[in-house]
């Protein structure tokens, strides 16, 4: 299914079909089969299964030089898994390669080109101390059609 | 007529001129911040005027290419702006929306970033605030 980046729904809904069915070189498994399709979108449901991850854009700047329809936001991925660390740093790695060197020209370029991963230390007792995450950013570039249909349009 | 080289003053003059931009540019970011923490997290119930008085500059100091500043937080034991800023997953019990204590259940995750936003919208004002107490240091 070609990628729509005509509202900030579709524009997430891609990314979060990449994260999910991005096929890691060797056959091993998909962030689908490993987060059984929990990619949340800014909140979470409280019946939630772990492992989950929760997804953000941040930062959805943009600057004149572009006629502000260059937007550099970070998507923001939290991944949450309980006591397994292993587990959650194979989550972590898939997404990486995911992420990493994604382009898609299909409807609005977007592509990523770097990356910060961190794990977030447990907490203390206001926390479920059980409850292990990671936060990897990704840069990414975005001309979505949101913004780019009006270029060459005459103002309204 | 003998030269003498005022090189060493020049220097120090720019670097206590960068010095005091730096720590002006961040207090402007620091009030964004605390801004932003006044509405609360959720509830409200969990910034008190504590947390935000604990919203501080760090110290100037180097980094391989130049000088930096952080603007950061006093409150670290425990870390509760950390874990807000980067998301956590109460305690059972630590939070009972609405329900009372007997059934309260766990909340899958809770995140209120108030620190990324607010250094978007100071970014532009911080950055005039170097400009200017730069030039005003080196008059």
């Excluded at chain 1, 989950?52 to 998507?75: C, F, I, K, N, W």
């Excluded at chain 1, 270029?151 to 309204?156: K, L, Q, V």
């Excluded at chain 2, 206590?16 to 801004?35: H, N, S």
């Excluded at chain 2, 500059?57 to 670290?76: D, F, K, W």
Aim: net charge positive; aromatic share 8%.
């Amino acid at each position: 299914m070609p990628t729509s980046t005509l509202t900030t729904k579709e524009i997430v809904r891609a990314i979060q079909t990449r994260l999910l069915d991005f096929a890691p070189l060797g056959g091993a498994a998909s962030l689908r089969t490993l987060l059984g399709g929990r990619v949340y979108y800014v909140t979470v449901p409280n019946t939630a299964q772990f492992p989950y991850a929760v997804m953000r854009l941040t930062g959805r700047s943009s600057s004149a030089q572009h006629r502000g329809v260059r937007e550099t936001p970070d998507v923001e991925l939290t991944i949450w898994h309980r006591e397994d660390v292993w587990a959650l740093e194979a989550i972590a790695d898939t997404a990486d390669q995911a992420m990493l060197g994604w382009k898609d020209t299909s409807a609005g370029v977007m592509f990523a080109q770097h990356r910060h991963r961190n794990p977030i230390p447990p907490g203390g007792t206001e926390t479920d101390r059980t409850v292990i995450g990671i936060l990897c950013r990704y840069p990414v570039v975005l001309w979505p059609t949101l913004l780019t249909r009006y270029i060459g349009a005459s103002a309204a | 007529m003998a030269y003498r080289s005022n090189l060493p003053n020049t220097i120090a003059r720019v670097n206590r001129a960068r010095d005091a931009a730096l720590i002006a540019a961040a207090e402007v970011v620091r009030t964004a911040v605390k801004d932003e923490h006044r509405g609360g997290y959720t509830s409200g119930l969990f910034v008190t005027g504590n947390e935000i008085s604990k919203i501080v500059l760090g110290e100037l100091r180097n980094y391989p290419g130049g000088r930096e500043i952080s603007v950061t937080t006093a409150q670290v034991d425990p870390p509760y702006p950390f874990w807000w800023a980067t998301g956590f997953v109460p305690a059972r019990g630590v939070f009972s929306p609405g329900l009372g204590p007997n059934t309260q259940g766990p909340v899958a995750m809770m995140k209120v970033d108030h620190w990324t936003p607010a250094a978007a919208k100071s970014a532009s004002g911080a950055r005039a605030e170097y400009d200017r107490v730069y030039a005003m240091e080196l008059a």
